[in-house]
């Protein structure tokens, strides 16, 4: 990419684009839809249908996805040089407007990435403070019919996973971080990764829209035979998810390949940052995982429009079932184990020690991932001959032992160490305490027998919010603030960010912690009507719930605010050893103005401990040399 | 070193104060049911697993909660306080390391003999068809459609049981071994397959959930081991636990179990109902 970015510029302003990208894309996408949904109209052989069918929204969305991907920029920067046409594109290094169009940069593409994360995230939670309206009472109220509320509960769910879960971590601070982390100056595969960012805001869009196909009333693990009996709607679930699974499954081939072959001399396995490991176990699991859910769903959606009959009585029902959660539980530790690799990268910074039992660490990262393929079927005890449970249990049991490796480093590398609690600090505390929650309550349902009383009650809602929200949003809000003097050059304010840390912890903990009192009391799943004895606590908890709404609104307010208004940040302000810390802030587009060199362990801390990240004399000379020839080439401010 | 060691004394100290305190809150819980209503001998094994699984993990809770609080209260550097870093920090230490991995290991296996490995055995042989309670068990085949529990006696003859507002009814005798057939599909739609979905058999007191697929069929066998009522408490109820369609919320139906006595008058009942409809 090096070559596009410094060729000289023939005269940009002249080849003013006509549309900004965003909005072509939203045009081209409609283009798309109506010609190839006309295109199966015209061969449909059942005439009298209505314009847009199943079959043929399936083939208009795909038309649709082409037609964005091209609009937002993918036509001049990848498609037109594709077919050997001279490409006039230039990719612009500074203003905002590029985050708003295809990119090659990964700290663009993290943060078109996070941005996209955001919106999910806010889009789903919004619903979810719908969900609770609907549930302060034990009849419908605001949703007229079950299907809107059941639709409501998938469409949350799915933007929640796949959209802000599968992406904030691993697009957002796995793009922009890890390169930088590595000492790469930039990563693998940038064009494919530069489309894949586009991907997330169609599939969100595709799946908050899926209501105009129709109701679908399965939540976000589309179970079979119940989705192909479904209105359309449940199309668009299948075909926003195959959107964002593909977008995760291009993150982690980047990730994995960019890890594996760029990493800066004396970057080795062992001095590698916890970050960068949790990103390649990660990355490998979805190599593994994301192409079976995404063959299970083909099938899926095929079982709906032709019919096929491979997931109904006369096929085999389970199958489904087993295929889903084949994926579904390495799922969980897509996306909880960046989560662990976070705490063990900031705690020792902020700590100022180096950190504890590094290699177990590791080690737990790494059989997390290997055993996460084997315990699927916990999942499925309500479904299963007695004689294939123990196997099950024994294994999701055992997958706690290298989880609280991730605990040992932790509490190790704080123990008398210097701990600074700045709020990301905080908020990673408060996520390993969520999460020890989350894992507790997971003891109880790893058990066969007590799994057959809690499943599919509000005790597993308890569970898995306090896995997910526990981990991923807490650890995630603390790598925003951790790396927004990196990814900004600004600061937050210190007693906000805590105000609202605090705020959040009080108020996640006093919702879903009655979920699991609401599930021992017999509170199931997907009902927006339930029994009359449960409604006075549901209606407390729903109250506390849009305080905690209002917590999570405060904390984007205050990011927002910080990104924008906040006081400079100083160029190290935590006294890291990481090379992210070792280049300006925000990074320059090839990240260092010289290729870096690792000369020790970043994660050792000591009165005497040489930098670790080395700019070698030389190379920094000639690369000055360059910058006054190519002014646009190097400089790191906006 | 002498540092670390008082320090690690006073955890300790601290760690099976707070272990202590919780396993003495436990007992209460435990004293008041943490399932709140269990009303069958396969509850009364969930009860029991429930409860040890709650005092083995309230250490384990307590040894993680401390070791996060004691980092922020005593290992934290006060605002504007200067840094200052030894040469070099300890980076294991054989003894943590050794006892955290071990001791998970440890905790985790007897996790997996007892109450997995205890109670799903004691679950298998609740569950054998063939010891004599079991064989001389009351049938009563199950049907879920959508969206209701159809009930019959095929013992009794009985079709479809129902209650005075005509609603179904699961009516059972106290302590007798019941054997339940599960199916999913819908008598009155043979035709349609996509009619049949997957639900749930979920009595909230009973302590059991048992998906119901189409194309099987399922078997269960309980043993009501309490006098109880929708009425009385409502967690004595048949209630569908996996989303089956917009009617999934009302897919509920009352549970009746009373004497024996009482439950042959009400088959007496039941069959003159049917008789003369």
């Given amino acids: ?638 | 070193m002498e540092s670390h060691r008082q320090e690690g004394i006073l955890f300790g100290v601290v760690w099976i104060i707070l272990s202590a305190l919780g396993e003495w809150a436990a007992r209460i819980v435990i004293r008041h049911n943490p399932l709140y209503y269990t009303a069958s001998n396969i509850g009364l094994m969930v009860e029991h697993a429930f409860d040890f699984i709650v005092v083995v993990l309230i250490p384990v809770f307590a040894f993680v909660a401390l070791g996060i609080v004691w980092a922020m209260i005593r290992f934290h550097v006060k605002k504007g306080q200067r840094v200052e870093l030894p040469t070099q920090w300890a980076r294991t230490n054989r003894w943590f390391v050794g006892i955290w991995v071990v001791g998970t290991a440890l905790i985790n296996i007897l996790f997996v003999l007892h109450p997995t490995t205890t109670a799903t055995e004691h679950f298998f042989a609740i569950e054998n068809p063939s010891t004599p309670q079991n064989r001389h068990a009351l049938v009563v085949d199950v049907t879920a459609r959508q969206w209701e529990w159809i009930f019959s006696y095929p013992q009794y003859g009985l079709t479809q049981t129902v209650n005075r507002n005509g609603q179904d009814l699961l009516e059972l005798p106290v302590n007798h071994v019941v054997k339940l057939e599960l199916r999913s599909y819908d008598p009155f739609h043979t035709y349609d397959q996509y009619a049949d979905v997957i639900h749930s058999f979920w009595v909230p007191s009973w302590g059991i959930k048992e998906d119901v697929i189409p194309g099987e069929t399922r078997t269960l066998y309980i043993t009501p081991t309490r006098i109880t009522s929708y009425a009385q408490n409502p967690m004595s109820r048949v209630q569908c636990a996996e989303v089956c369609g917009p009617g999934h919320p009302w897919m509920e139906a009352p549970l009746q179990v009373v004497s024996t006595a009482a439950f042959h008058r009400w088959i007496a009942q039941q069959q003159a109902l049917q008789a003369h409809p």
Avoid: C
């Fill in chain 1, 1 to 638: 990419m090096a070559q596009v970015v410094s060729a000289p510029a023939p005269a940009p302003q002249a080849r003013r684009a006509q549309w900004p990208p965003v909005l072509r894309g939203f045009l081209w996408a409609a283009i798309g839809f109506v010609v190839l949904n006309t295109i199966v109209d015209i061969v449909d052989p059942f005439r009298g249908h209505p314009f847009v069918t199943g079959p043929s929204a399936t083939l208009g969305w795909v038309g649709a996805v082409v037609g964005w991907l091209l609009g937002v920029g993918v036509w001049e920067g990848v498609a037109l040089p594709l077919f050997g046409y001279p490409s006039r594109w230039i990719e612009p290094s500074t203003g905002w407007r590029r985050y708003f169009a295809y990119s090659t940069d990964h700290k663009v593409i993290g943060l078109q990435y996070l941005g996209s994360a955001m919106g999910g995230f806010l889009i789903a939670g919004l619903i979810a403070m719908f969900m609770r309206i609907e549930l302060m009472s034990d009849h419908l109220t605001i949703f007229h019919y079950p299907t809107n509320y059941l639709t409501a509960v998938g469409i949350h769910g799915t933007i929640m996973m796949f959209s802000v879960a599968n992406v904030a971590l691993l697009g957002g601070f796995g793009n922009y971080m890890v390169p930088i982390m590595i000492g790469a100056r930039g990563t693998a595969f940038p064009k494919l990764s530069g489309i894949s960012a586009w991907l997330v805001p169609a599939g969100i869009l595709s799946v908050l829209f899926s209501p105009l196909l129709g109701a679908w009333t399965t939540g976000w693990r589309g179970y079979q035979p119940l989705a192909s009996q479904d209105p359309n709607g449940i199309l668009f679930y299948y075909l926003g998810v195959a959107a964002l699974t593909t977008s995760t499954f291009i993150v982690a081939l980047n990730m994995v390949t960019t890890i594996m072959f760029r990493r800066a001399p004396g970057m080795t396995w062992g001095r590698l940052p916890l970050f960068a490991w949790g990103q390649v176990t990660v990355g490998l699991l979805v190599l593994i995982w994301i192409p079976e859910i995404q063959a299970t769903f083909v099938m899926g959606l095929l079982e709906k429009l032709v019919p096929f009959n491979f997931f109904t009585a006369t096929g085999s029902v389970l199958s489904y079932l087993e295929l889903f959660w084949i994926f579904g539980h390495p799922e969980v530790y897509i996306i909880a184990v960046p989560v662990f690799a976070l705490w063990n990268e900031i705690i020792p910074v902020m700590s100022q020690k180096s950190l504890f039992a590094r290699e177990w660490a590791v080690i737990g990262l790494v059989f997390v991932m290997l055993l996460s393929g084997l315990v699927w079927a916990h999942h499925l005890f309500t479904n299963m001959r007695n004689s294939e449970i123990l196997p099950f249990a024994f294994f999701t049991e055992m997958i706690s032992i290298p989880t609280g490796f991730a605990y040992m480093a932790a509490i190790g590398t704080m123990w008398k160490g210097r701990v600074r609690l700045t709020t990301p600090m905080l908020l990673v505390l408060m996520s390993m305490f969520n999460f020890l929650i989350g894992g507790l309550t997971g003891v109880f349902l790893a058990d066969p027998v007590v799994n057959l009383q809690l499943h599919d009650t509000f005790w597993v809602v308890g569970h898995f919010h306090y896995t997910v929200i526990g981990s991923i949003v807490f650890t995630g809000l603390a790598a925003v603030y951790y790396w927004l003097p990196k990814m900004s050059g600004r600061m937050y304010s210190e007693f906000w960010g805590k105000f609202l840390a605090i705020t959040l912890f009080i108020f996640f903990n006093a919702t879903f912690s009655q979920f699991f009192l609401l599930g021992l009391h017999g509170m199931n799943r997907w009902v927006p009507a339930y029994p009359a004895y449960l409604q006075p606590m549901n209606f407390e908890v729903s109250i506390i719930s849009f305080f905690l709404g209002l917590a999570f609104a405060g904390q984007f307010v205050h990011i927002i605010w910080a990104w924008v208004k906040g006081p400079k940040a100083a160029d190290n302000p935590w006294d890291a050893r990481t090379p992210e810390w070792f280049t300006a802030s925000p990074p320059p587009r090839e990240n260092f103005p010289v290729q870096p060199e690792i000369v020790s362990s970043l994660y050792i801390y000591g009165a005497q401990q040489p930098v670790a990240v080395q700019l070698p004399a030389e190379e920094e000379l000639a690369a000055a040399r360059d910058e006054s020839l190519e002014p646009e080439g190097g400089s790191p401010h906006e």
